[in-house]
């Protein structure tokens, strides 16, 4: 009997300490959007306070978010759709290249050697981005690609597509060859095999790759930050514009980093399960 209640505590304080972990964790993780949330309700004085519960500590106020939906406006929407079409273009773009070199390294074999190829393609993440950023802003001067949308695109297509090779390539790595082997013998060449069978069942693993590829480029800000001005300016440029000569305004941080956070998050629960099944087919195994 003494035995069996030891190993009940047991069972219960292991149960307490976990659930204590994972409380903690969640804590650490979630503050800093509770924190903006209860700022971006905060008049400027307030914000500087260490003030949480509202009407109590502090009278909240709906004037951060009424000059960035209604006074501020046209910028915002203007940095919300350069960001818009930077990232889907980019994600896009990377996506059907990532398809296309995901497939060919795990069915063909290169004289290079594949592995050497998914090493480069590895490497392109390892490197700090600051390391390329002035021969890019060289090259993008030169072909006069400075703030523009386009230029921007290319650049977030390229920063994302290493992302997109090895979630696909992994995918199609561990597709069933059997599949693969019935329809050649059914007279099939591998691009109508690729485009009819293969490309359909690996939706999944296409929609975690994209929206993986969406939100890296939807957050990119070292090369936003060097090489756009205003015209092609994304809404993560907006977040650090809150600074004046009188400081940060930290209301106004709060609210724009909400909104920047809110597109990605609305459009993850959109294909959840698309990207839950993505990445439970081996689509991000190393």
Known sequence: MQA????RFAAIATRAVSIGLIALVVFVITFPFIWALVTSFKDRIDSLQMTFIPFIQFEPTLFNWRNELVVTWPETRRALYNSAVISVSAAAIATALGTLAGYALARFRFAVGNSNILAWVLSQRFMPPVATLIPLFILFQSVGLIDSLFGMVLINATLVLPFS???MRDYFAEFPKEVEEAAFVDGASFWSYFVRIALPLSTPAIAASAIICFAFAWNE????????????????????SSAGTRG???GFVSTRMLLAVALPVILSLFVQRYIIRGLSMGAVKG
């Open 221 to 240: 800000f070292i090369f936003a930050s060097v090489l756009t001005n205003r015209e092609a300016q994304p809404y993560t440029l907006s977040i650090i």
């Open 165 to 167: 090779i090895l979630i």
């Open 248 to 250: 940060i305004n930290f």
């Open 4 to 7: 069996r209640n030891s190993q």
